[in-house]
């Protein structure tokens, strides 16, 4: 394997002239630094990283964990997550924590193990905060995404999530739905709290009535059996013209439940969810979402992450920025009256 020793001699310079310019650092001359790549590149030269790693106490390795990968918003967050690691040098490693608090455990003691310079994470829900309570222990920055967990301080990117659950459900009643349902994530999760909170206040505006009975709560990721969906459906009566999901993915689980029923979206059932389907959606637009800006969920977030890295010795103030969700109306509404 060649060495920085190899290259300096073949350069006719020192080996620290070859480690400052490998690493980008001391006072060389352009004319030196040019000579030294030259020979780098003509002796096919790898630098080693981990001896990097050692002396500039960095790994330039950072990690990203996301709760679902099948989810379009998070793979669509994942690609400018990436575009920022890759714009300032850095490398990603990634995890998929399935919504489960016990993977997130996991990947936790992985991230710990692999000496990533910082952690940007989708937690799974409040229950998270002893695996974040565990990296502040061992120094890891992170920046959180889409999910606040109470009892702790830290940077943050966030939707609107109530107020983009409060213009799905007056859009419904524009169209003339009173009896609207929500299908959604876990109380446990924040953003599965703010959706409801909208879904409420929503009613309220419209003036319609709210019941108890309209709210089924169940995981934001796939669902293996849908039976208690469809026992609480069932037992709906009279049952509601229109459901708000609280994401993508349960959109899809409740029009495969109506499917097997025979039911059609939206001639028997109006849909509106949270969270468009990915960048093909656009190719047979259907659904009426409140869609997230994803990809800037991924790229100002590892953008906050990087700068709390390198400003790592300096106490700044936690930032929270809160991105707004825009109402995309499409054809999965069907017009009860007509509306504004």
Known sequence: MVTIYDIAEKANVSAMTVSRVINNSGRISEKTRAKVRKVMEEMNYVPNQTA?????????????????????FYTTLARGAEDAAK?????????????SLEKEADYVTTILTTRVDGVLLAPAGDPSLPHLELLRRHDVPFVLLD???????CDIVLGDSKEGARQLVSHLAEAGHERIAIVNGSSSI????????????????????????HIFETSFGSLNDLSEMEAW?????????AILTGNNVLAVEVMRLLHGQGLRVPEDMSIVCFDDLGPYADVEPFLTVAAQQ?????????SMLIERIQ??????????????????????????????
């Open 52 to 72: 990097r790693s050692l002396v500039l106490q960095q790994t330039k390795l950072l990690f990203l964990l996301i709760t679902d990968i099948t989810n379009p």
């Open 87 to 99: 714009k300032q040098g850095y490398r990603l490693l990634f995890g998929n924590s399935d919504e």
């Open 147 to 153: 999910r606040e967990v109470p009892g702790i301080d």
């Open 190 to 213: 924040s953003s599965a709290r703010l959706r409801l909170q909208g879904y409420k206040e929503g009613l309220k505006l419209s003036e319609l009535p709210f019941r108890e009975d």
């Open 233 to 241: 459906l069932a037992g709906l009566n009279p049952r509601p013209t």
């Open 294 to 302: 994803a990809y800037q969920f991924g790229y100002m977030g590892m």
């Open 311 to 340: 400003d790592k010795e300096i106490a700044q103030p936690w930032k929270k920025i809160v991105l707004p969700a825009e109402l995309l109306i499409r054809r999965s509404v069907k017009p009860l009256r007509s509306g504004k």
